[in-house]
């Protein structure tokens, strides 16, 4: 039997409904706050992703999906999505009317990691970006949606932690402080860290390596050097969500996975999933829509890992899958061809609608009903149909009555609405 290739997953019924809800909410969450949905494609140029993302991450290091598409050249299964969507918005010149513009799109993103609890190779994100402006409000309104989010979906043991990286202008200062730092501590970093160390030192402040996080513990924070823009602009995000009422927490040592992020950058963690605990990510990145040959214009986003979420509101309720508003039993030949017909009808109408043409007793149709969860059932035998009629069962109360098949549709459709 051919089997799943490890670090990917099938989402079956039975958990697809915590996703539905998730998806719900999140689309209803973001649309409130002005965002629209967009689709984009999961493969891109290479190079998007390596100018974007940089080339000292762990993703373009070593966790993409590469390969050549003759004459394309090298091609890249997206390992997140702000780069499509900053490609899109340029591409688009989506500025050019307007250029406050607020996305969202949910999609699979890959990435060549070792598969573990919380960690595939092929997952989930939903994830929303903002073009256009600068203000810290917008900064606090972002984490504050994405808390919204979460409460909504009732997602407990669940906290912002905030920092800012800082600006152009005020951030070589604290990347030399952390410099002395790790040259200091160089015996005990990893050897990507010790590369990354020369090249782009916050990156040592991400490594997940145990020594390498024992040895950043004393290290400067950057909070210390911000200029005073980027130090008012982090004090209004802070105050602002406290004023709305947004639980935080300063991580002065909160990097982010990728090389484009600016001033304000948060993570939502858990306590509830173990070694995997970031559930969300983000941040500003005002130099990126340049970067990739675009106007100047700031931005910011983050990006919901979304099975890790889906494991949270699993392992805290229980959403089950809705049952069909009516299951049809249809005993005998003429009643099958009945059920058939009814069971159309309905369904194209807007009621929820199962039933079965194998013959089956009644004792066995309702056996079946139940285990559909179906809450009322139509009982149709040749008698029934002799005189126009049905009968319906509402499975909760055990009550039943007889209905005329004349106008059944409308009758159901009406009282099933
Ligand atoms: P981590 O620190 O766990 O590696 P990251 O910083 O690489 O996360 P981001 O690039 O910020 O992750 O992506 C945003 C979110 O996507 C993460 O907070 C996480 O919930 C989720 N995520 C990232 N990589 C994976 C993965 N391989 N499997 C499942 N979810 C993931
Ligand atoms: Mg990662």
Not at 1 to 28: H, N, S, Y
Not at 248 to 270: I, M, N, P, Q, W
Not at 275 to 281: R, T, Y
């Amino acid at each position: 039997m051919i089997q799943l290739i490890k670090g990917f997953k099938d989402v079956l019924p039975g958990e697809i409904e915590v996703w539905q809800t998730i998806e719900r909410a999140a689309k209803e969450t973001f649309e409130n706050f002005g965002f629209q949905e967009i689709r984009l494609p999961i493969v891109e140029k290479s190079e998007l992703f390596s100018r974007s993302i940089g080339d000292t991450t762990d993703i373009v290091e070593k966790e993409m999906y590469t390969f050549e598409d003759g004459k394309r050249g090298h091609v890249t299964l997206r390992p997140e999505a702000t780069a499509s969507v900053v490609r899109s918005y340029i591409q688009h010149k989506m500025y050019a009317k307007d250029p406050i513009r607020k996305f969202y799109t949910i999609g699979p993103m890959f990435r060549r990691e070792r598969p573990q609890k919380g960690r595939y190779r092929q997952f989930y994100q939903i994830d929303a970006e903002v073009f256009g402006i600068d203000s810290p409000y917008l900064d606090a309104q972002i984490i504050f949606m994405l808390a919204t989010l979460l409460e909504t979906l009732k997602a407990r043991d669940v906290k912002a932690h905030i920092n800012s990286l800082g600006c152009p202008c005020c951030r070589p200062s604290f990347q030399k402080a952390l410099k002395e730092l790790l040259d200091a501590k160089k015996e005990h970093l990893c050897e990507n860290c010790l590369r990354r160390s020369e090249k782009n030192p916050l990156r040592v402040l991400d490594c997940k390596v145990p020594a390498c996080r024992e040895a950043v513990q004393g290290a400067p924070s950057i909070l210390d050097h911000l200029c005073d823009d980027c130090s008012d602009h982090f004090e209004t995000v802070k105050r602002v969500l406290t004023e709305n009422g947004v639980e935080y927490a300063v991580d002065k040592h909160l990097v982010r996975g990728l090389d484009y992020y600016t001033r304000t950058a948060f993570e939502v963690l858990t306590t509830s999933l173990g070694a995997q605990n970031a559930v969300a990510g983000g941040g500003r990145y005002d130099g990126l829509v340049k970067a990739l040959g675009g106007p100047e214009v700031p931005a910011i986003g983050f990006a919901i890992g979304f099975d890790r979420l889906a494991e949270i509101v699993a392992m805290q309720q229980s959403i089950e899958a809705k049952g069909p508003a009516l299951y049809i039993a249809p005993l005998g030949e003429r009643a099958i061809e009945a059920a058939a017909h009814w069971m159309m009808q309905l369904a194209a109408k807007g009621v929820s609608c199962e039933t079965d043409f194998g013959g089956r007793s009644l004792k066995s149709h309702m056996k079946r009903a139940d285990k559909l969860n179906a809450t009322h059932v139509l009982m149709l035998g040749d008698d029934e149909l002799d005189k126009g009629m049905a009968t319906l069962r509402n499975m909760a109360t055990k009550e039943q009555g007889d209905l005329p098949l004349d106008g059944l549709v409308e009758t159901l459709a009406e009282r099933f609405k």
